[in-house]
Nanobody, 124 residues
Framework: QVQLMESGGGSVQAGGSLRLSCKASGSINAHCLGWFRQAPGKEREGVADISRDGDTRYADSVKGRFTISADFTRDTLYLQMNSLKPEDTGVYFC???????????????????WGQGTQVTVSS
């Protein structure tokens, strides 16, 4: 069974940066890779995704601060997070899908494979 594994989470002060990575244990033939997060007591939300053709999308809350990138040939995904805010705190999950990412604003992949999540904590 293919697994996705995140790394790079941690605790930082507001204004700081973190870089998350996600690597698949095997070939996933993904056409969409993305990051989601879940804050305590809240539903999981989409953060950013990237299609195999290079198109990227971001949630409004992270635009201009986060950058998603991927190497689809190596089934690897990254999320560079700058100017972090306390409201960015949560568990971050990576996900992949065999279909291209949706173009509809606010609509995110269902996800064929999911990681276990990595904790990001931003203190004020």
């Amino acid at each position: 069974q293919v697994q996705l594994m995140e790394s790079g989470g941690g605790s930082v002060q507001a204004g700081g940066s973190l870089r998350l990575s996600c690597k698949a244990s095997g070939s996933i033939n993904a056409h969409c890779l993305g990051w989601f997060r879940q804050a305590p007591g809240k539903e999981r939300e989409g953060v950013a995704d990237i299609s195999r053709d290079g198109d990227t999308r971001y949630a409004d809350s992270v635009k201009g601060r986060f950058t998603i990138s991927a190497d689809f040939t190596r089934d690897t995904l990254y999320l560079q997070m700058n100017s972090l805010k306390p409201e960015d705190t949560g568990v971050y999950f990576c996900a992949s899908d065999k279909f291209y990412c949706f173009s509809t604003p606010g609509r995110w992949m269902t996800g064929q494979y999911w990681g276990q999540g990595t904790q990001v904590t931003v203190s004020s």
